[in-house]
């Protein structure tokens, strides 16, 4: 079975209008479980979508989270 390795793309970079939960949470620094809890308590400095049951997190409200121009 091959491994799926994870190769970040820099924000500025970013096409995507979300990303899943552990993309969000390495741009973020932040472990996956946090964002998590952000979701379930509906706080945090990033508010989460829920697509089909599945979180995912607006690349412009990380931007806006990190101070960067969105």
């Not at 390795?5 to 949470?25: G, N």
């Amino acid at each position: 079975m091959a491994v799926k390795t994870f190769q970040p793309v820099p924000l500025t970079l970013e096409k995507r209008s979300a990303l899943p939960t552990f993309e969000a949470a390495y741009h973020l620094s932040r472990a996956q479980q946090t964002l998590r809890l952000w979701a379930v308590r509906n706080d945090g400095p990033v508010k989460c979508l829920r697509i089909n049951g599945r979180l995912a997190w607006p690349v412009a409200g990380i931007k806006e989270a990190l101070g960067l121009s969105a």
